[in-house]
């Protein structure tokens, strides 16, 4: 005997498909109003870190090979990086530095193997720190900018391109400032004896002094963001002037490495005009804006502060207020009952 019935053919269960690990960390998109989680934070500062580091990892790759190349056009030549930074140190007197050559060239002392090799190591991570810095001050930029204002965002170009700027030119100070200070240090005592300098000493110090001036050059640009984004303003800093000023001074004696007059002056003049610069355009910011300096910035600080109290009006009542009355139907309004309590209930079942 025969089933006439059709053959049961299950239906196949769909196997979930796993899911692929993420290995490049995904754009986190802010929500209209800028507001992000602190998870979303977490993975927009992961991928931040990532793009800089690999910034960082490719400009010290050039600056590793820059060290020691030349290159030579009949239309322009390059200079190698070492041979930039021991300018200062080979445009001293023949007298007043060591020669260990004996053939005239100007070279630095080593006085261990690996000395040369992590020395060069050194100069190309702050070549690469200098060469990306495009891309890594676009991505601090970029990481903060999420809880701006449109307008705000706008100012990206021109805040990479002053930060830059700001520390390219402290480090072309720098390097300026280099020949003469040493010239200095070099220059005492040298009827008694003569400098014998390792290349770790040299390019600790001149390394140590281009990058204090770098980064000294991006003060006025910190102020002018932080009065970009309201946090200060002209009103609240510009009667501390002589603060700054003395601040200025101690910091540029306490940060330069080779503790001479010269670079220390160099850098404390430096930085007052560049803060000035940023005070100015706090003023003009704060004026565009139409910013007012508040009441309780010029009372004493043993005074207390008046309570901003505005009653908020009241609305008249109306005046044709009609009453609407509804009649009564005896047979379906509740019966209210009575007892000894006011109009409570009866309580003889109790009782």
């Not at 007298?95 to 090799?117: N, Q």
């Not at 720190?129 to 809880?147: D, E, K, R």
């Not at 009952?337 to 009782?351: A, E, K, Q, R």
Request: net charge neutral; hydrophobic share 45%.
């Amino acid at each position: 005997m025969t089933n006439s019935a059709a053959p049961h053919n299950p239906v196949p269960e769909t196997v979930p498909k796993k899911a692929k690990r993420q290995l490049w960390p995904r754009k986190t998109k802010p929500a209209p109003d800028g507001t992000m989680s602190l998870v979303d934070h977490l993975r927009e500062l992961r991928r931040r870190l990532i793009y800089a580091v690999i910034a960082l990892v490719i400009g010290s790759i050039i600056g590793f090979i820059w060290y020691q190349l030349r290159i030579t056009t009949p239309w322009f030549s390059i200079s190698s990086l070492g041979d930039i930074l021991r300018g200062p140190y080979c445009s001293l007197p023949e007298e007043s530095r060591a020669d260990f050559s004996f053939d005239g060239e100007c070279r630095l002392l080593a006085t261990s193997p690996f000395e040369m090799f992590l020395l060069r190591m050194k100069v190309g991570a702050l070549a690469g720190i200098v060469l990306s810095s495009p891309v890594w001050l676009y991505q601090i930029w970029a990481f903060i900018t999420p809880g701006l204002h449109k307008t705000e965002r706008r100012s990206t170009f021109t805040f990479v391109s002053l930060a830059v700027l700001l520390f390219v030119s402290g480090a072309v100070m720098a390097y300026f400032v280099v020949d003469y200070g040493l010239a200095f240090l070099m220059g005492i005592g040298d009827e008694f004896q003569t400098a014998a300098l390792t290349g770790e000493k040299y390019f600790n110090f001149v390394l140590a002094l281009l990058l204090i001036f770098g980064v000294s050059f991006e003060v006025p640009l910190i102020i002018g963001m932080l009065n970009v984004v309201g946090i200060l303003t002209y009103e609240s800093i510009k009667d501390k002037r002589r603060v700054i000023v003395i601040a200025l001074f101690v910091f540029a004696a306490l940060m330069t490495p080779g503790q001479d007059p010269f670079s220390m002056l160099i850098l404390a003049f430096a930085l007052n005009v560049l803060v000035e610069l940023s005070l100015q355009f706090c003023r003009w910011n704060d004026k565009r804006r139409n910013r007012q300096r508040p009441d309780w910035l010029d009372q004493d600080d043993d005074s207390a502060s008046a309570l901003d109290y505005r009653p908020e009006p009241i609305a008249p009542a109306p005046t044709n207020t009609q009453v609407q009355t509804h009649p009564v139907n005896p047979t379906s309004a509740p019966q209210r009952p009575t007892g000894s309590f006011g109009g409570g209930g009866n309580f003889d079942d109790v009782l």
